[in-house]
């Protein structure tokens, strides 16, 4: 299981993905999940992952190995808009599926996979997309700024009553980690290192490449201020009148 959240504010966009992979209790790795393509001067495009590992990964090799391609149709560094970035992800996870899709069924294994794709190409707006297995996808916008994937129960609640599209970066990260330190609290298949990207509007850069790790100071002393907080408003809350 995996938990990767992407938001689309008015100042940027923000990206977060934990790293955690099992088969198991007695078969937990670490693997990226997070991928930022910016070897072209006019775009920025982030990818995260969640599903089958081997599905994610067959995903991705093929969008690095087009990234030069002659057919510049095929390639995330080619095509004029998100729209066509997203449409790019999309029929890769088609290709991955055409492959891989009936020998996984012989094997009882289900396609599993689902990517946040979002950026932008200079000169356009930025753009958030949330890609199915099945290749389509759905776009993000100024009511729903954001989309999850993988674990997204434990951590929806504070993003839900936090963030809008006028949140700032800085909050948004904020509300981002506490998200996930609430779902790594509650699910022990989500857990650090966490990978954070933030892509200011109009920069079609990444400004920050952040790794989080277990014992990073400032993760620890959100968790710890946000467990507090939380205990000390509860005890302030009025008790029920008709329960005593």
């Known amino acids: 299981m995996s938990y990767c959240l992407g938001m689309r504010l008015k100042a940027g966009l923000v990206f977060v993905s934990d790293s955690r992979t099992n088969a198991g209790v007695d078969s937990v790795a670490t693997f990226r999940k997070s991928f930022v393509f910016d070897g072209a001067e006019d775009r920025v495009v982030v990818i995260l992952t969640a599903g089958n590992l081997a599905i ?5 090799s093929l969008l690095e190995e087009r990234l030069n391609s002659p057919d510049r149709s095929r390639s995330l560094y080619g095509v004029k808009s998100m729209y066509e970035v997203a449409r790019l ?6 290709e ?27 000169g356009r707006r930025m753009r958030l997309f949330n890609v199915y297995a099945a290749g389509n996808f759905i776009e993000a916008s100024d009511e729903t700024p954001y989309f999850q994937i993988g674990e997204t129960k434990y951590g929806k609640p504070i993003i839900e009553r936090v963030i809008t ?4 970066l800085e909050e948004a990260v904020k509300c981002a980690l506490v998200s996930f330190d ?3 609290k509650s699910n022990i298949s989500v857990a650090p290192p966490l990978d954070v990207t933030l892509v200011p509007a109009d920069g079609c850069r990444a400004s920050v490449r952040y790794r989080v790790a277990d014992n990073d100071p ?3 002393a959100l968790r710890r201020g946000w467990g507090e907080g939380l205990r000390k408003l509860f005890t302030q809350l009025p008790d029920p009148d008709w329960a005593g």
Do not use: E, M, N, P
């Open 165 to 168: 599209a006028d949140t700032s």
């Open 182 to 184: 609430s779902t790594i």
């Open 56 to 60: 994610t990964q067959s995903v991705i």
């Open 89 to 94: 992800v999309g029929d890769a996870l088609r």
């Open 218 to 220: 400032y993760f620890l």
């Open 96 to 122: 991955v599926h055409a492959i891989d899709g009936a020998h996984l069924k012989s094997h009882g294994a289900d396609f599993v996979a689902s990517l946040i794709v979002g950026g932008q190409v200079r």
